[in-house]
């Protein structure tokens, strides 16, 4: 009787398992498809949220509450330059930017939670595309809430300058993904609890926004609180936006809001990427 030459069972599978293992863990770091990735990331992420414009509208709420109460107590001050409304319209898209992206990390912590996140992971995607496609879906909806604040801002006295515009949304796009970016970072490192990715987000959100003079020059407060506001890089990105929005495109605010995007970005983007690469 001759002795059977049929392979074990495991000695089959385990090589596959093991090529498939490595391949999940390659091929999400080939470069020349990352914007297709990116798309991908991007469709996934943004299908929901179009399949609910409700949600869209009721995160307008703040922002208007803002501007239609709040605006108006500007327009019999000031220090507002020609027009409160050329200050004032930009410090909310900044606002609003803050908001936006750096809440971006709670939908990933829910998919961290549910486990949809790991099965992403298994894919041939890339991390950094991962990364990019869910903040540039933050950016997105952030764009379409722009466009209709900036829209109502008009008849209240706002001056539209369209390449101002067009560069200040760009400006915001950088500070945007820098931190969504920031924020997956948090999510990450916050899994499985929550609650450090809660502390850090309150805790950084409303110090930011405060001390970047978004709702009231900071001229106006002490000293102390000026030299305080200076370091914050958001009260750079709001002089920008507010020299970009009113025409003034060589202004040197713009230079230094520029610069302070960009590192936020990179810092964002280096750390996220490197947190999306160790997966959970």
Request: charged share 10%.
């Amino acid at each position: 009787m001759q002795p059977s030459h049929k392979k074990p069972q495991n000695a089959r599978t385990t090589p596959n398992a093991t090529t498939t293992e490595k391949r999940g863990e390659a091929e999400p770091e080939a470069g020349p498809h990352f914007f297709r990735d990116t798309a991908t990331v991007f469709q996934r992420e943004i299908t929901p949220a179009l399949r609910e414009p409700a949600t869209i509208l009721l995160s307008m709420a703040q922002p208007l509450l803002f501007l239609f109460l709040f605006g108006p107590l500007l327009a019999g001050t000031s220090g507002f330059g020609s027009s409160p409304w050329q200050w004032f319209v930009p410090g909310i898209l900044v606002m609003m930017c803050l908001f936006g992206p750096m809440m971006a990390g709670y939908n990933l912590l829910v998919e961290l939670g549910s486990g949809s996140h790991e099965r992403m992971l298994v894919t041939p995607l890339s991390r950094s595309a991962m990364l990019v496609g869910r903040t540039l879906k933050e950016f997105a909806l952030l764009l379409v809430q722009a466009a209709l604040l900036i829209a109502l801002s008009v008849p209240l006295g706002f001056q539209l300058h369209p390449v101002g515009v067009l560069a200040g949304l760009a400006l915001l796009l950088v500070f945007g993904v820098g931190l969504g970016s920031l924020s997956y970072l948090v999510a990450i490192a916050s899994h499985p609890g929550g609650e450090l990715f809660y502390a850090i987000t309150q805790l950084a959100l409303f110090p930011l926004m405060l001390l970047s003079g978004v709702l009231l020059p900071m001229d106006f407060g002490p000293a102390w609180l000026q030299v305080v506001a200076r370091i914050n890089p958001v009260s750079h990105i709001a002089d920008a936006e507010r020299a970009l929005f009113s025409g003034q495109l060589l202004d040197p605010s713009v230079l230094a809001g520029g610069l302070a995007a960009v590192a936020i970005a990179a810092v964002g983007l280096l750390l996220g990427t490197r947190a999306m690469k160790r997966g959970i």
